[in-house]
C-alpha cells in the first residue's frame, strides 16, 4: 500500500519565513518520498548551512546537517559506503554554488546515484540578504546597496557542461510539476541535480515576478541533444522541465566492475604479494 506524504513529516516544525517557498518544496519532496514508497530507514538527506539546509530536519529519514558548502562530498560518502540507501542532497544557491560550487563538477563528472535539489532564491536569506552566485545583475541589497555588479552564475549550463546526468528546473509553486520532476531525478541511475525557484520572502520576494515569468520548456525539446539542452541554458526564459538527461554508468557500478574483475586472493596473498614487490624495488 503506497505511504500516505504525512508519513514523511517530522514532529519539528519548520521555522522559515511565511511565504517562503522552501515549504513549497519541502511539500514536494513529502509527496516524491511518498509517491516512490520510499522507507525512511533506508533514505538519506544531506545539507549544508542556510535556510533550506534545516531541511533534514522536518523529514522522518536519516539526516545529516552538516557545514557550509559541504552537502555533496558527504552524500557522496553516505551513498559510496551504502549503495543500499537513497541518497538527497538539499541545499541553497550559496551553499551549493559559492563554498560549495567546487564540489558540484565532481559530483557530475563521478555520476554518484544522488539526488542534489537546490532551493534558489538568488539571495543569502540566513545571512540577512548578501548578494549570492545567482544574484541578478544590478540586484540591490545590504551587500550591494548600489545594485550588484556581479553576472548571475547560469546553474543549468553548469551543470550540462558539467555533464550532470539529469538536469531540471522547477519551482516552488509548481508543486506537482516539481514533486513530478523530483521523482524523475530520483529514478534516474546517476548524479540528477534539479535546480526549484524558491523565494526567499523576507530578502527578495520576487515570488509574484517568477509566478508571471516561469513557462514550461517547449514540447518538443529533446532533453537527449546535450547541444540543444546547452543552448537552451544560455538563453531561457526561466523554463520549467528537463533540460538535460544522459544514460552512463554511475561510480557505484563502475566500482562493482573492478571488484567483479579482481583476481581472486587473500588479504594474505595480497601483503606477500606487495612485501615482494618492495623488495624487488629495493
Not at 146 to 156: A, H
Not at 259 to 278: M, R
Amino acid at each position: 500500500m503506497p505511504k500516505d506524504a504525512k508519513e514523511f513529516k517530522s514532529d519539528l516544525k519548520p521555522i522559515w519565513c511565511p511565504g517562503c517557498g522552501d515549504f513549497g518544496v519541502l511539500a514536494a519532496a513529502y509527496r516524491a518520498f511518498a509517491e516512490l514508497d520510499l522507507d525512511p530507514d533506508r533514505t538519506v538527506v544531506v545539507s549544508g548551512i542556510g535556510c533550506s539546509s534545516r531541511f533534514p530536519g522536518f523529514v522522518t529519514t536519516y539526516g545529516y546537517h552538516g557545514v557550509h558548502g559541504r552537502a555533496l562530498p558527504t552524500a557522496m560518502g553516505v551513498k559510496m559506503a551504502n549503495p543500499e540507501l537513497e541518497v538527497i542532497a538539499v541545499g541553497g544557491d550559496g551553499d551549493g554554488f559559492a563554498i560549495g560550487g567546487g564540489h558540484f563538477p565532481h559530483a557530475a563528472r563521478r555520476n554518484i546515484d544522488i539526488t542534489y535539489v537546490i532551493m534558489n532564491n538568488e539571495t543569502y536569506g540566513l545571512t540577512k540578504g548578501q548578494v549570492s552566485p545567482t544574484s541578478r545583475h544590478d540586484q540591490k541589497s545590504p551587500s550591494s546597496p548600489f545594485g550588484n555588479q556581479e553576472e548571475p552564475l547560469n546553474t543549468m549550463a553548469t551543470a550540462i557542461a558539467a555533464d550532470a546526468s539529469f538536469v531540471a528546473r522547477g519551482a516552488s509553486f509548481r508543486a506537482k510539476e516539481l514533486t513530478e520532476l523530483i521523482i524523475a531525478g530520483m529514478t534516474n541511475p546517476g548524479f540528477s541535480f534539479i535546480d526549484a525557484y524558491s523565494p526567499c520572502t523576507a530578502f527578495n520576494n520576487n515570488t509574484q515576478i517568477w509566478k508571471n515569468d516561469v513557462v514550461q520548456l517547449d514540447e518538443n525539446h529533446d532533453p537527449t541533444d546535450r547541444a540543444a539542452a546547452f543552448a537552451q541554458a544560455l538563453d531561457d526564459p526561466m523554463s520549467l522541465g528537463i533540460f538535460y538527461k544522459h544514460e552512463k554508468p554511475t561510480m557505484v557500478e563502475q566500482f562493482q566492475a573492478l571488484k567483479d574483475a579482481a583476481t581472486p586472493g587473500t588479504v594474505e596473498e595480497l601483503i606477500d604479494s606487495y612485501s615482494l614487490n618492495v623488495k624487488i624495488a629495493s
